[in-house]
């Protein structure tokens, strides 16, 4: 199974761009980068994926390096409710027993 | 729409007791999951339910069982609670296990055994 490795915790200015890193070095050809966050007392909230190009949504932007052995989550405008715990995941999926694996994630800490 | 529902949302059990976990979605998806949140250790998966009618275990079933009981809703049970799952547990649901679609989590039930 491919494993995801994140710094555990960053600090970014507020309206400044927060850049996330995540190593996945041994991620198989068929296998999509997720990001997911987790406010305090909430559930985990999705916020992009993809498999080798870079993707951009309302939240966010993701860009794959061309080798796909790390990542980088881009929040272009951080503000204080983008303090999170972000989480970098690659999808295993091996038939039925299809599933994420979260690891521990980055505290992205806003400042004001 | 309510996404994914999840109660009681704070519990209390004795060593030994018993409860269950609700969770209902109002997403029409078809796979539903359970995770445990503990300090210092990420999200682990319990069970799954790839379609209405099926079950799995994930990685940490012990002590765990769960029911399927239509295609909105997918309950945890703890027969005999014990310390050791004192934890937040989450709720999931997505359209289909095998496709890439996102996984939508509830609020959590915070649940702590004495």
């Known amino acids: 199974d491919a494993k995801t490795t994140q710094p555990p915790s960053m600090d970014c200015a507020e309206g400044r761009a927060a850049n996330l890193p995540c190593n996945h070095s041994?991620?198989?050809?068929?296998?999509?980068v997720y990001w997911y966050r987790q406010i305090h007392s909430q559930g985990p909230q999705y916020i992009i994926h993809g498999l080798k190009n870079n993707e951009t949504n309302e939240m966010a932007s993701l860009i794959i390096t061309e080798d796909r052995k790390s990542s980088t989550l881009i929040l272009p405008h951080a503000t204080l409710r983008d303090t999170a715990v972000y989480y970098c995941?690659?999808?295993?999926?091996?038939?039925?027993?299809?599933?994420?694996?979260f690891g521990t994630g980055t505290l992205l800490a806003v400042q004001p | 729409n309510a996404g994914v529902t999840q109660t009681p949302k704070f519990q209390v059990l004795k060593t030994g007791q018993s409860m269950t976990l609700q969770c209902a979605q109002d997403?029409?998806?078809?796979?539903m999951y359970w995770y445990r949140q503990d300090p210092g250790m990420g999200l682990r998966l319990i069970y799954y339910?790839?379609?209405?009618?099926?079950?799995d275990k994930g990685e940490v079933p012990n002590g765990y069982n769960v029911s399927r009981l239509n295609k909105r809703e997918f309950s945890l049970r703890l027969e005999s609670a014990a310390p050791s799952q004192t934890s937040v547990y989450f709720c999931?649901?997505?359209?289909?296990?095998?496709?890439?679609?996102?996984?939508?989590f509830g609020n959590g039930t915070r649940l702590t055994v004495t």
């Open positions: 995941i690659v999808r295993v999926a091996r038939g039925a027993t299809n599933k994420l694996i």
């Open positions: 041994t991620i198989s050809g068929n296998e999509y």
């Open positions: 999931a649901s997505r359209v289909l296990t095998g496709d890439r679609s996102p996984l939508h």
């Open positions: 997403m029409n998806h078809n796979s």
């Open positions: 339910s790839a379609s209405e009618g099926t079950t």
